[in-house]
């Protein structure tokens, strides 16, 4: 039985239809482990770690505030025309690395980084890839992780 976890989940919406596949996937494999699970909608994927530096910074030390054992970062990122794409992926993926290694923050990866909407999609479908349950997966493993090095 695992005890008691709370988990954010920050969702980037700029892909629409993708972000609800993704959560979808997390959802589902979240709720079969009986694992308590709160959303967080922003823009898009550069958004994503400050989102979850904010979400970690207000609930230190400040009663009344969730505090989360892990996060999922799910979001999509579509090679464009332009090199916009290189910044956003190299620099959300960075910057979650970052929280992950300093802070030993639990993060579950499922910022799809594709060329297409076909190879989006294969990946983000429940039916199969599942990205989202893959990253609530790992998320969930990172947090077992911590607690087995007794981190807070």
């Given at each position: ?12 919406r700029f892909y629409t239809e ?68 290189d910044y956003v992926c190299s ?62």
């Amino acid at each position: 039985m695992r005890p008691t976890t709370t988990i954010l989940i920050v969702e980037a919406r700029f892909y629409t239809e993708l972000a609800d596949e993704l959560v979808k996937g997390a959802v589902a494999a979240l709720e079969a482990e009986g694992v308590i699970h709160h959303r967080l909608s922003v823009p898009g994927a550069f958004e994503i770690p400050a989102a979850i530096s904010m979400a970690q910074k207000a609930a230190t030390g400040r009663p009344g505030l969730p505090c989360y054992d892990g996060y999922i970062a799910l979001g999509c990122v579509i090679r464009g025309e332009t090199t916009h794409y290189d910044y956003v992926c190299s620099e959300s993926a960075r910057a979650l690395q970052d929280l992950a290694t300093k802070q030993h923050l639990a993060i579950g990866y499922g910022i799809l980084t594709v060329e297409n909407d076909e190879q989006a999609w294969a990946r983000a479908d429940v039916t199969r890839k599942n990205k989202g349950a893959d990253a609530a997966n790992a998320c969930l493993r990172m947090i077992d992780i911590r607690r087995q090095f007794r981190l807070p």
